[in-house]
């Protein structure tokens, strides 16, 4: 009987980035008591050329796609796009993280091998089959970033997000739960594609379904921040360290949302029309709420989450249009969104100096006049959000309408596409003050960019102009991703 | 690559040379930037000498396809219509190039940089034949325009660039929403396929829907062009900008929202544009009338300037939706005339603001004792605007009144009080700033012109009279693509008219004027 379970090598190489993640998160720990204080940057580097290996190893994986571990994971060209994308996070997540933990003066090791172990989770979620294997990526990826979160121990606001993440997180976790024992009590399984099987069986308890899929809605939308399961996101991307947060919100949300499509196209595919209203109004709600809330923020942490969940109903839109399109719009604009929400979290992480004094928008003021290559890479990264041509942000959203529009989902397009001119307000105000404002104190006490910083600036603007003028790889990419998931 | 490719290639490529050239040459980044914009000029008027009027379809086509799936294409290529558009951008940059060199005097590079950028989208705007192309454009001329209002300007720049910005972008994200949707019924973003599918019923679009896509559309160009009363950004965003700018802002951007009515609204939703003539028509003669007695109360004269605009678009929006051929070729003269006067009278207001720092018309007075030939260029282009005949504006405004006449006679009548009312306010203007007793700051601060200014100014004036005695230079290749315009939306409103629809323009129009020529 063991012989059966023993993997195969093809197996393990489909599991492989996972294991070159864990791998080299354990051996960080253990050279923390050699190198901890004394080569604190060697952790970092460490974990960029294991992150950096397991893309490599992704890569790997896809040229032998298939299902590994009895039918737990299955490794396809979506489940590779997710792979690479939460990896390419987790590269920016280290280079900004450099100088963030340099200037608090925090532990390098502990937080590089938490960062891998998220990333991990992720990996592992978006490759899972199987609705027990989705919940174990998801803890590990949880887990990991609700001590991310808290990591300056000593610092309040630290505190307080992490535990709001933490309280917030594993109530959603459970609503998500109790969704998947009413999917297995009913269709005795929690394999993905033997659920859709069972469910696809004429006379399957359609209404009980429908419970389920609602409590997994619920769970998810937590996780994604999509209104109205958004109210924790302000508060902790204020309060987490700023690379923390810049990660919070990409990477774990990339994830989700591939799980999200997972589980809802395939499975829930064909209650469509039960959960495509919930969508729709999940969407229009967190664009409204998001953009609106947005407007009136002065920090820009709390304010880029507010856009965070903006970006979310955006996303919903693509969900709610039920289609190839709309899953291939989905997940580009993931991509566009973590690049240029990393990029500008990058800014912030610059600008904020010892102890994050300076996060107000105001403190932007003559960054133009004195750092003008790190401001135009901001207006790059704002531009995108806004979503001006030429920009990953502008062709993921017009990808992310026109499906929508493919689907008939004319007003919430028509409202979408409005609220973004709303969202163009607040944006344009950084651009404001950065340009139109004399420099303040925040500019004056400005250090020159490092160079970790730097390249978490510069490779995502290069990322953000390919995916707007060039599009057509990542875009096929996608595409034929989402066409595995049906 | 031809000569249209290398027009819009040639600013794209000096705004990126011009972002890598350290920050100290600033002479140099002056001279480059006016380097690229004379080549840019030089070669646009190759299009003009290569352009071959008859023929029918686009000239300089350029096909490719920029992006696999969905297809979208870098298609581009011009027709009369758009030639003379984008001679004006040509024409025009390098003369905002020069103007700017005293009076810009911090962070000169991505001044120069944002100026030729700038240029390369109004040009794409003008050429391109791809509607996802022709959005790209479009939003691309905000970016530069936002940036030159928002740092370069005078004290409320803030409020007028953000106001500026929001007001575009609430209009463009509907038109792009339409953009869209045509995508998913046409398959396609190429704009001439688009139309031979409107025109041969492969897309059948319902009658509510016509209209909703054709409101789509004509808001985004609305709010630019402005018609009233969507106009309230404009006086802000003139007042503020710096001269360059409101050259810019005035003579072509203004022109996009024009031009997008007569390329796409037309052709595009004939049906729908002739049921909605007549209140947009009424908009036009409000927009006239009103811009003109705001402009006459005005103690500033940027803003006295800009008001006229509404009133002088105003025309050129009751000429495209007189739906006559006179008409059409007055609107389209109009844009050009528009485009030379209106921006010769920012430049020289902001020649008198570099000489005394004031736009404030009680602060002038005697300008002609002290400086003679900026007060003679002055009038001229005063009485071109007030559409003096010889001079360019009479030509535009006498079409455009003629083919509102063919159209339906009372417009004609209403619209001519703006061009009474023009003359009041522009002489009215002239002579508290030029004549009347020397103002003390005026004698010590104007002097009269520089080399660099009249090298500005002279361009302007040549051809102001040079439009005004021989329109027939550009005038029949606009004629031309206007027929073809005008072809198609009779021929499709013939096809489309059931009776249904019929009876509700008949009662609408209260004859049904538009349809009676």
Wanted: hydrophobic fraction near 55%; glycine fraction near 8%.
């Amino acid at each position: 009987m063991l012989g059966n379970f023993a993997p195969s090598s093809v197996e393990l190489l489909r599991f492989s980035p996972e294991l070159v993640l864990t791998a080299a998160g354990s051996l960080l720990m253990m050279l923390d008591p050699l190198f901890g204080k004394k080569s604190p940057k060697l952790f970092g580097h460490i974990s960029v050329a294991a992150f950096l290996l397991a893309i490599f190893a992704s890569v790997q994986a896809n040229a032998v796609s298939g299902r590994a571990f009895s039918n737990l994971l299955i490794v396809d060209g979506f489940a590779t796009y997710f792979r690479i994308l939460v990896l390419t996070i987790g590269v920016f997540a280290v280079l900004s993280s450099y100088l963030y933990l340099d200037r608090e003066a925090a532990d390098t090791p502990e937080y590089h091998s938490l960062l891998l172990f998220s990333v991990a989770g992720q990996c592992l979620m978006v490759a899972a089959n199987d609705l027990i294997m989705i919940f174990l990526g998801l803890e590990i990826s949880s887990i990991a970033s609700y001590v991310l979160a808290g990591y300056l121990r000593n610092d309040r606001r630290n505190n307080e997000s992490a535990l709001k993440y933490f309280l917030l997180g594993s109530f959603a976790t459970g609503f998500l739960l109790y969704g998947v024992s009413i999917i297995y009590g009913v269709t005795g399984t929690t394999k993905l594609d033997e659920i859709r099987t069972a469910l696809a069986v004429p006379g399957a308890s359609t209404a009980v379904v429908a419970v389920a899929a609602a409590l997994m809605l619920v769970g998810l939308g937590f996780k994604v921040s999509a209104a109205p399961f958004q109210v924790w996101a302000p508060d902790v991307y204020q309060g987490a360290p700023a690379p923390v947060s810049a990660f919070m919100a990409t990477a774990p949300k990339a994830a989700a949302f591939a799980i999200f499509l997972r589980i809802f196209v395939t499975d829930f595919g064909k209650i469509g029309s039960a959960w495509e209203p919930l969508i729709w109004i999940s969407a229009l709600l967190s664009m409204t709420i998001g953009n609106f809330a947005a407007l009136t923020q002065t920090n820009i942490k709390r304010m880029l989450a507010y856009s965070s969940i903006a970006h979310a109903g955006y996303l919903l839109v693509a969900i709610a249009a039920r289609s190839e399109i709309g899953t291939a719009a989905a997940m580009f604009y993931l991509a566009a969104y973590a690049l240029m929400n990393i990029g500008a979290f990058a800014v912030v992480i610059h600008i904020a100096g010892k102890g994050e004094r300076h996060l107000q928008i105001t403190d932007l003021a003559g960054l133009g006049q004195r750092q003008p290559l790190t401001a135009a890479l901001l207006t790059v990264f704002v531009l995108s959000l806004i979503g001006v041509p030429l920009t990953g942000g502008f062709f993921g959203k017009f990808y992310i309408f026109r499906s929508a529009l493919e689907s008939h989902l004319v007003w919430l397009a028509v409202l979408g596409l409005l609220n973004s001119a709303v969202a163009a307000y607040y944006y344009l105000r950084l651009l404001v003050v950065m340009y139109m404002y004399e420099p303040g104190e925040a500019a004056d006490s400005l250090e020159p960019l490092s160079p970790g910083l730097g390249l978490a600036l510069v490779l995502p603007a290069i990322g953000t102009f390919v995916l707007g003028i060039l599009p057509g790889s990542v875009l096929s990419f996608a595409t034929v991703g989402a066409a595995l998931i049906k | 690559m031809n000569l249209l490719d290398l027009v819009i290639a040639i600013p794209a490529l000096g705004f990126l040379v011009a972002l890598i050239m350290p920050r100290a040459m600033e002479n140099f980044i002056r001279l480059l930037a006016l380097g690229f914009s004379l080549v840019a000029f030089v070669v646009s008027l190759g299009l003009v000498s290569g352009f071959q009027n008859g023929q029918a379809g686009l000239q300089f086509v350029s096909n490719w396809i920029w992006i696999a799936n969905p297809e979208i294409r870098y298609h581009v290529g011009i027709d009369g219509l758009s030639l003379w558009l984008i001679i004006l951008s040509t024409f025009l940059t390098p003369i905002a190039i020069l103007l700017s060199w005293k009076y810009v005097q911090h962070r000169i590079k991505e001044f120069y940089a944002f100026l030729l950028l700038l240029e390369f989208g109004l040009v794409g705007v003008f050429a391109a034949w791809d509607l996802f192309l022709f959005y790209t454009f479009w939003e691309v001329v905000l970016v530069p325009m936002y940036f030159l209002i928002g740092i370069w300007g005078h004290e409320r720049r803030i409020y007028a660039t953000v106001k500026f910005f929001l007001y575009t972008m609430v209009g463009s994200v509907l038109m792009l929403a339409a953009i869209i949707f045509l995508y998913t019924q046409a398959h396609t973003f190429d704009y001439g396929e688009i139309l031979s599918q409107l025109g041969s019923g492969r897309i059948a679009l319902d009658h509510g829907t016509e209209t909703l896509l054709f409101l789509a559309f004509f808001l985004a160009f609305a709010i630019k062009v402005p018609l009233f009363p969507l106009h309230t950004w404009l006086p802000d965003a003139h007042v503020e900008a710096p001269t360059a700018g409101s050259v810019m802002l005035a003579s072509v951007m203004l022109k996009m929202g024009t031009y997008g009515l007569v390329r796409f609204c037309l052709p595009m939703f004939p049906t729908a544009a002739k049921e909605n003539a007549p209140w947009i028509v009424i908009l036009a003669i409000i927009g006239i009338v009103v811009g003109a007695l705001v402009a006459m109360v005005q103690p500033n004269m940027k803003k006295l300037v800009a008001y006229s605009s509404v009133s002088h678009l105003g025309f050129v929006v009751l000429g495209i939706f007189s739906f006559t051929q006179v008409g059409l070729d007055g609107a389209v003269y109009q844009m050009l005339n528009h485009g030379i006067s209106t921006g010769a009278l920012f430049l020289l207001v902001g020649f008198l603001y570099e000489r005394q720092h004031s736009l404030e018309i009680k602060d002038y007075g005697g300008v002609a004792t002290v400086a003679p030939w900026l007060s003679i260029l002055f009038l001229i282009t005063t009485l071109a605007s007030i559409g003096l005949p010889t001079l360019n504006n009479f030509v535009g405004e006498f079409l455009v009144l003629q083919g509102a006449a063919q159209a339906n006679f009372s417009w004609a009548v209403f619209a001519a009080f703006g061009v009474i009312l023009s003359a009041c306010y522009m002489l009215w203007m002239y002579q508290r700033v030029f004549f009347g007793a020397l103002a003390h700051s005026v004698k010590h601060h104007v002097t009269d012109l520089s080399p660099r200014e009249w090298a500005c100014a002279v361009p302007l004036v040549v051809l102001m009279v040079w439009m005004g005695m021989y329109s027939q230079t550009f005038l029949p290749v606009v004629s031309e693509a206007n027929a073809r315009i005008l072809e198609r939306t009779s021929k499709a409103g013939l096809m489309k008219m059931n009776p249904h629809i019929a009876a509700n323009t008949g009662s609408a129009v209260g004859g049904g004027n538009v349809h009676a020529r």
